[in-house]
Nanobody
Framework: QLQLMESGGGLVQPGGSLRLSCAAS????????IGWFRQAPGKEREGVSC????????DFADAVKGRFTVSRDNAKNTVYLQMNSLKPEDTGVYYC????????????????WGQGIQVTVSS
C-alpha cells in the first residue's frame, strides 16, 4: 500500500540546518510529484516546494527561496528537503504529499499525505 513517512525534524537554533526525508513505500516515486507543505498553528497549510520528473524542482514560498532545497534519491525512493539558515518563522509541521506527474502549489490537488513532522526553530 502507498505510504509516505517524514523524518528528520526536531528543534534547531536560528541559523541552523535540518534535512527532512520523505520515504515512499508501496510505489515508486519516479512518475509522481512530491510536494512539501508546512503549517504553523492557526495558519493555513502552505506550499513550500516540489519535485517531479516533469517539472524538476519548484519553490512555492518566497520566504524559503535560496534557503531550502528539494532533491530526490531514486535508489532510496526518498525525497529530501534541505533547510538552511532556519528562522523562527519556519516553525511548523512539515508534510510531504504526492500527486500525479506535475507539481502543484495547491494542497487540494495532492492525493496522499505523510503524517507530518514538527520543525521548531527557537533560541
Amino acid at each position: 500500500q502507498l505510504q509516505l513517512m517524514e523524518s528528520g525534524g526536531g528543534l534547531v537554533q536560528p541559523g541552523g540546518s535540518l534535512r527532512l526525508s520523505c520515504a515512499a513505500s508501496g510505489f515508486t516515486l519516479d512518475y509522481y510529484a512530491i510536494g512539501w507543505f508546512r503549517q504553523a498553528p492557526g495558519k493555513e497549510r502552505e506550499g513550500v516546494s516540489c519535485i517531479s520528473i516533469r517539472d524538476g524542482t519548484k519553490d512555492f514560498a518566497d520566504a524559503v527561496k535560496g534557503r531550502f532545497t528539494v532533491s530526490r534519491d531514486n535508489a532510496k525512493n526518498t525525497v529530501y528537503l534541505q533547510m538552511n539558515s532556519l528562522k523562527p518563522e519556519d516553525t511548523g509541521v512539515y508534510y510531504c504529499a504526492v500527486r500525479n506527474w506535475y507539481c502543484s502549489e495547491s494542497a487540494l490537488r495532492y492525493d496522499y499525505w505523510g503524517q507530518g513532522i514538527q520543525v521548531t526553530v527557537s533560541s
